[in-house]
C-alpha cells in the first residue's frame, strides 16, 4: 500500500521562517535588500574614505586596500551600532549583534569591491579627480552590493545576519 504524500506537507525550518517575515508584512527579498543597502553604506563610507585618503597620501595598492578594508568594518560596524546604543542596549550585546550582522556581507562587499578596482586598469593609480577613479568605485560598490544580497538573504532565512538586528527594531 503506497503512502499519498499530497495529503499534507512537510515544512522546512527555513520556508517556516521566509513565509514568518511575508506573515510580517516584510518579504524576504525586500528584507534581505535593505539590510544589503544598509550594510553598502557603512561598507562604502569607509571603502570611499580609505581610497580617498590612501590615493591622495599617495599609498601603494596595498596600503590604500587595507585602509579601505579597516575603514569599510569600522563603519560598517559603527552603522549598525549607533541605533541600537541610542535605543539603550548594552555596548557588549551591541557589539555581538553588529559582528553578527555585518561580518559576512561586509567581507564579500570588501572582497569583491577591492578585487574589481584591481582589476580595471589605471583604477587604482587614477586620481581622485578622474571619471576613471570615481565610475570604477561606483561599479565596484554596486557589484558588491549585488554579490552580497544572495548572501545576505541566505542568512537572514536562516535567522542570522541582519536577522539578529532586526529582531531588536520590533
Not at 137 to 145: N, T
Request: proline letters at 2%.
Amino acid at each position: 500500500m503506497e503512502h499519498d504524500h499530497s495529503a499534507h506537507r512537510h515544512s522546512h525550518p527555513d520556508e517556516a521562517r521566509a513565509e514568518a517575515h511575508s506573515a510580517g508584512g516584510t518579504s524576504l527579498n525586500r528584507l534581505a535588500f535593505t539590510a544589503t543597502v544598509h550594510c553598502l553604506s557603512g561598507c562604502a563610507t569607509g571603502e570611499v574614505l580609505g581610497m580617498v585618503i590612501g590615493t591622495a597620501a599617495g599609498f601603494g595598492n596595498a596600503s590604500t586596500i587595507l585602509l579601505a578594508v579597516i575603514l569599510a568594518f569600522v563603519f560598517g560596524y559603527a552603522f549598525t551600532m549607533v541605533p541600537l546604543l541610542k535605543a539603550g542596549l548594552a555596548f557588549g550585546a551591541v557589539l555581538k549583534l553588529a559582528l553578527a550582522a555585518d561580518t559576512v556581507s561586509i567581507a564579500i562587499m570588501e572582497i569583491v569591491d577591492n578585487a574589481i578596482m584591481l582589476l580595471i586598469p589605471g583604477a587604482m593609480d587614477a586620481g581622485l579627480d578622474t571619471v576613471l577613479f570615481w565610475g570604477s568605485l561606483l561599479v565596484a560598490l554596486l557589484i558588491a552590493g549585488a554579490a552580497a544580497f544572495p548572501v545576505n538573504r541566505w542568512l537572514i532565512l536562516r535567522g542570522k545576519g541582519h536577522a539578529v538586528v532586526h529582531q531588536h527594531h520590533h
